[in-house]
């Protein structure tokens, strides 16, 4: 149950925001907002929903004149730099009517876009008999009032406390101050010079509150409020004009608002009109003709330009005949793919465009539209669970204990498989009937729909049959449910694997070394425990791929590469792990001797998704070497340890045992009363995976210990608890050299150290027995562009290495977001076919396992634009008001911690490590000053000052970016998962400690972080793609409500157009996802990758050849197996396969002339191979420069700086 205390706190975030930066409502005189009072220009104040007059160019006599301009701009670029024209959603040659083209010049000056606009604008379609529309435009204006024009609220003490006669330096002026129950004010103006050099009533004023000891008195607390009346201050006037605007091409005459002291203030409209395939477009703009006013007085601080400008600027249109348009891209689809995006997404309606604005519209089939400046959308959540059907037989079926040993019988397992699957029956039948109903013109994508679903259903069906035909494939399958069980069971028990302990906390009941204690286990005694259960698409995902991993020569293991695409936080990663566990057992269950090696390789393109999801991994590899140590099991799953491997890099973990022994005595040395020896782990492991013991742990006698174990030639991590069944070997290795020596059972790495196949000799091992039978790459969308291009063409040789006797092993993948993903996947894994699953359904809110809630969703996204300001500026300003929101939700929530941990800490993301920077500096300084005084500002809401938090800001920001190491990384993030309590704050000018505020964030974060209590968070800037934006985003609102401020740069031309589309991007933003790049075999990447794409094959599939000092001992011939496997994926293209002959025989014969010819000849691999950056004048041949990772893929630049 979502708790309502969230949802107004989320709402607090998004109020400050709004009244701090778009206005009115930024401060505390106590009036209606309509009206309000600011002690400040209302351009430092605002940071969007601004129209500014027009510049004008100054001429002068003098350069100098030139260059003079105020000291305060209103920011970092000025109008020149940013000119671009509004692009109309139909083109020209769409507009019939060519007797419109000569007041096109009229048009192009008022929809002319810089870093000042002075206009907004939407285009909305109506239908044709449509004459005319109800549009309302508003906005207000700021003016300095008189003193005797203004009033703040205050309460009867504190006006009396002005006038309290106690006080030894009276106020000069108390009997001009008037109370009227509810506000102070003056009666009449005061006297004397209130600027430089005050004198009477004002320095009366001065001489009052400075005086000694006036804190003592009362009007110490109110002073501020008069502070507020007798400073600085601008007043707002709304204007609203109403008009009801006949339907054709028209420009208003500027009507001057001749009230206010500037009579240079001056409003118009616009209206622009063109007809296209029977439906009326109408462009309504909203534009400031106020004067021109000069360039170089462009200042925050010019008062004249304050008292021109529009703040708050809207436009409102009402009709009843306003309908749906479709873009460009859905008229015309560029590829079937996007026809049949446009297809699903039918039902999502576009209702207009905003011009350097965003729009916004109620409900499907609105009467009114609005422009908007902070445009809003909830994102529904996705629900995985099949509740909608209410069928309790279907809930006994995903208990996943039901599924396992200890569950149904073989016959009642099968037939309720059976009935599972003919829930997706009577699913996809029902997607049928509501075909027929289509227009004829989409049934045809309806039927291709379908025909992927009948293909999954009819594998699902096959697969139950082969359960029941094959007693070996049904044992695998219950025992595999069983350690899914448990894995989840201890993943989401505190006692367990779920929170890290120290050796004294933990309890004494608990058995951990009883299979019992889990079978005949409790959940309903304990509350926050629940029976572990599959999601149905989790069931249905490893129910798919049964036949892959049991019958070798199956269609779905040879071609066709099952793909999860699921979003973030459905439960991906426990779908394929159902799927290891299947083949991890299967393979030891039908193999009596040569079980042995690696079975299961798993890999990802991050290293902090990689240590994230090699914890998680390892619980299961735990589980099942739990289940390999019972008697029962034995038989079955053999005595060799079941384990994983982490292969990394030596940035993340130490890869050799001598850098591993010097990283245990560091800990060791630590170890004492005074020390912090986990400081100095190195290792990806902080806790034993199966009982969250602390491998550095906390001893009685207030010592620590240590479970990293050193042995002659050898490193054992154990777990430090007695109880454990891996107090003697956790089975999980990180170091390569042991890797090496004895393989893993399930490899975990990342796509880079492949790359060390042609550099090393010991991943011979990882082949040379029975090869692996699963391939799993998760976050596949991560492997485009350069990166997938790399990895596409060295997959030939990690498939040819894994295959045996002509069998390949079976490949899945996983993602969020997918786009051109066939493609992708025929380049990567050499021609097979994608088989996403679960496949979509004729609507794209339901494809049976995955269907749109009816329920708010979680995650909301808030839209920002900046005018007259820089994104940066912006950012600072946005992260103080953020800062202060959760202050406010903290001041009122007191009593609630868990609403307060939910929304404390602070995401703010960023496209380019250059830009973190930039912020990180900005911390200590503008983001602290800034939040300050924002508090100070809003000092009558919040009560107090609460200087903690502020104070030490900059020592409570962490990073999560590329640029940390592996294991601060890891630190932060176990930082972040923790709760923090009300003990840990004060009002008191301290430090917090252990919080952390503010988290700066890359790409880093978009992938495998699962917090659930980061739910704020700010996003500088739209991602490269679309799926990054996405991925990243989702980070937050996950279990409760979130909040994701999306700031966006107006000079930035896709950007803004992101923003003025930013309801209907947002409702579909999946389909706007871009399709995938991967050119593997180009010119380009075969001759930057071939050197390496020889050697690894050459050292990793010829045993003789594997050994340092055996380069020498290559021949031409062992080239053919290569040449013969890559010709199947150059088929398709015979340039690209003449290429690559030729290219491949040209290095081997190379290779083979150095062994021969060199002065000393070639015998040694480190003497044949070149590091990436070894190219000079010297060595120009670049055959043999050699990848280290499969990042290194743009053209290097070398300089070499010759000595006269």
């Keep these: 149950m979502l708790n309502e205390n969230d949802l107004r706190a989320r709402q607090k975030f998004q109020n400050r925001i709004t009244k701090g930066m778009l206005g009115p409502g930024s401060d505390t005189w106590g009036l209606e907002e309509k009206e309000e009072i600011i002690s400040d220009y209302p351009l430092q104040r605002y940071f969007t929903g601004i129209l500014f007059p027009k510049s004008e160019k100054i001429y002068s006599d003098t350069e100098a004149d030139d260059k003079e301009v105020e000291a305060e701009t209103l920011g970092e670029q000025g109008e020149d730099e940013y000119i671009q024209e509004n692009i109309d959603d139909v083109t020209e040659k769409d507009e019939p009517n060519e007797n419109k083209k000569e007041k096109n010049e009229d048009y192009e000056k008022i929809s002319q876009n810089n870093f000042f606009p002075n206009n907004i604008g ?43 006669s106690q006080i030894p330096i009276q106020l000069s002026f108390k009997d001009k101050l008037k109370f009227d129950g509810k506000f102070m004010c003056l009666k009449r103006e005061l006297e004397g010079k209130a600027s430089k050099g005050r004198s009477e009533d004002y320095k009366s004023f001065d001489e009052f509150k400075k005086q000694k000891e006036f804190s003592k008195f009362d009007a110490s607390n109110f002073v501020w409020k008069l502070e507020k009346l007798l400073g600085r201050k601008w007043k ?195 997607q049928s009937i509501q075909k027929e109903k289509l227009e004829s013109s989409d049934k045809e994508t309806a039927s291709v729909i379908i025909g992927k679903q009948k293909e999954n259903l009819h594998r699902l069906e096959s697969n139950i049959e082969l359960l029941e035909k094959n007693e070996e494939a049904f044992q695998t399958f219950q025992l595999s449910n069983l350690a899914m069980f448990i894995q989840l069971f201890i993943s989401n028990d505190k006692d367990f694997a779920k929170e890290e302990k120290d050796l004294i906390d933990l309890k004494e009941e608990v058995e951990y070394d009883d299979l019992n204690y889990f079978l005949n286990f409790n959940f309903e005694a304990k509350s926050e425990s629940k029976e572990p259960k599959y999601r149905p698409f989790q069931l249905a995902f490893l129910l798919l791929n049964i036949d892959g ?50 079975s299961v390789i798993m890999r990802y393109t991050l290293r902090l998704l990689t240590a994230q999801q090699f914890e998680r991994a390892s619980r299961l590899i735990a589980v099942l070497d739990f289940l390999r140590q019972q008697e029962e099991f034995k038989k079955i799953l053999k005595d060799k340890q079941i384990s994983i491997g982490l292969w990394i890099g030596q940035s993340s973990t130490p890869n050799t045992l001598k850098v591993a022994f010097k990283s245990i005595d560091e800990i060791d040395k630590e170890c004492k009363p005074t020390g912090n020896p986990r400081s100095k782990n190195k290792f990806q492991i902080s806790s034993c ?325 980061l739910n704020i968070m700010l996003m500088n800037g739209m991602p490269k793609n679309v799926a990054e934006y996405i991925q990243a985003s989702s980070r937050v609102g996950r279990k409760t409500f979130g909040l994701v401020v999306t700031l966006l740069d107006a000079n930035r031309p896709r950007e803004k157009s992101y923003f003025e589309h930013f309801q209907p991007f947002h409702r579909a933003f999946y389909k706007s996802v871009e399709p995938l790049s991967v050119t593997p075999f180009t010119e380009n990447t075969i001759s930057k990758m071939l050197s390496s794409l020889l050697v690894s094959f050459v050292r990793q599939y010829y045993p003789e050849l594997n050994g340092e000092d055996q380069a020498k001992d290559f021949t031409k011939e062992k080239i053919i197996p290569l040449v013969d496997f890559l010709k199947i994926r150059f088929a398709s293209d015979e340039e690209e396969l003449k290429f690559f002959i030729n290219e491949i025989n040209r290095v081997a014969d190379d290779w083979i002339s150095k062994t021969k010819t060199e002065i000393a000849d070639l015998k040694k691999y480190k003497e044949l191979l070149k590091e990436p950056d070894s190219k000079t004048k010297e060595n120009k041949n670049n055959d043999w420069v050699t990848m280290n990772s499969m990042r290194e893929i743009d053209t290097n630049t070398f300089i070499r700086i010759k000595e006269r």
């Excluded at 906005?139 to 024009?149: D, R």
């Excluded at 496209?911 to 503008?926: A, F, I, P, Q, R």
């Excluded at 972040?976 to 952390?996: A, C, G, P, W």
């Design 549 to 598: 991993i049991v019958n070798k020569e199956s269609k779905s293991r040879k071609e066709i590469v099952d793909l999860i695409w699921f979003p973030t936080g459905g439960g991906k990663t426990e779908a394929y792990f159902a799927v290891t566990a299947f083949t991890i057992i299967w393979r030891r269950l039908t193999n009596e001797t040569k079980f042995d090696g690696i």
């Design 236 to 430: 707002r006037r709304e204007i609203e004009i109403r008009k009801k605007i006949k339907i054709e091409d028209q420009l208003s005459s500027p009507l001057e608002l001749s009230f206010l002291s500037h009579k240079s203030l001056k409003v118009s409209f616009s209206v622009k009109t063109y007809t296209f395939k029977g439906l009326q477009f109408v462009k309504i703009q909203l534009v400031n003709n106020s004067d021109n006013h000069p360039r170089n007085k462009f200042s925050n601080l010019n008062e004249i330009l304050n008292s021109k400008c529009f703040f708050q600027s809207k436009i409102k249109i009402e009709s009843s005949n306003i309908v749906p348009y479709k873009n460009y891209r859905e008229e015309f689809p560029f590829d079937e793919e996007a026809e049949k995006l446009n297809f699903i997404y039918r039902e999502i309606k576009n209702y207009g465009v905003g011009h350097n604005c965003s729009i916004t519209w109620n409900g499907d089939n609105p009467k009114e539209i609005e422009s908007t400046f902070l445009p809003t959308i909830d994102i529904p959540d996705t629900k995985n669970d099949l509740e909608h059907l209410k069928d309790s037989r279907l809930d006994k079926i995903l208990m996943i204990k039901n599924l396992s040993i200890f569950g149904f019988d073989k016959n009642e397992t099968i037939q309720e498989l059976r009935y599972f699957v003919s829930k997706y029956e009577d699913w996809i039948n029902e």
């Design 689 to 1013: 995976p199966w009982c969250g013991t602390k491998i550095i742990s906390k001893i009685s006698n207030g010592n620590w210990d240590s479970g990293f174990r050193k042995r002659r030639k050898t490193l054992k991590i154990c777990c430090l608890n007695g109880k454990c069944p891996f107090k003697n070997e956790i089975p999980v290795n990180v170091v390569d050299e042991l890797l090496y020596e004895t393989p893993p059972t399930l490899l975990f790495g990342t796509v880079d150290k492949f790359a060390q196949l042609a550099w090393q000799e010991g991943p011979l091992s990882f082949f040379g027995k029975l090869p692996p039978d699963l391939i799993i790459q998760d976050e596949l969308h991560l492997l485009s562009g350069p990166l997938g291009s790399i990895t596409g063409i060295f997959e030939s040789v990690i498939e040819i290495l894994c295959m045996k006797n002509g069998i390949a092993p079976k490949v899945i993948a996983s993602t969020a977001t997918t786009r051109n993903t066939n493609e992708q996947v025929g380049k990567l894994y050499g021609n097979r076919t994608v088989n996403i699953f679960p496949p979509t359904g004729i609507n794209y809110n339901d494809s049976f396992f995955a269907k749109e809630s009816q329920e708010q969703g979680k995650r909301r996204y808030f839209g920002f634009l900046p005018t007259g300001k820089t994104a940066l500026i912006t950012q600072l300003q946005i992260l103080s008001h953020l800062l202060v929101a959760r202050l406010e939700n903290y001041s009122e929530n007191v009593s609630d911690m868990e609403n307060v941990n939910n929304y404390w800490t602070i995401v703010s993301y960023y496209n380019s490590l250059k830009d973190v920077g930039k912020t990180y500096n900005k911390v200590g300084d503008e983001i602290k000053t800034g939040t300050s005084q924002l508090q100070i500002r809003l000092k009558s809401i919040l009560k107090e000052n609460f200087y903690f938090n502020y104070s030490g800001l900059i020592n409570r920001t962490k990073e999560l970016t590329s640029r940390i190491e592996s294991e601060k990384i890891k630190s932060t993030l176990k930082e972040l998962e923790e709760n923090f309590t009300q003990e840990k704050f004060s009002t008191d000018k301290v430090y917090l400690n252990n919080v952390i505020d503010l988290v700066l964030a890359t790409n880093m974060i978009s992938v495998g972080i699962d917090i659930n209590r």
């Design 122 to 164: 939407l285009t909305v379609c109506v239908a044709n008999s449509t004459k005319e529309i109800d549009v309302t435009f508003s906005f207000g204006v700021y003016f300095q009032p008189k003193l005797s024009e203004t009033k703040i609220k205050i309460s009867e003490k504190g006006f009396k406390s002005f006038s309290d």
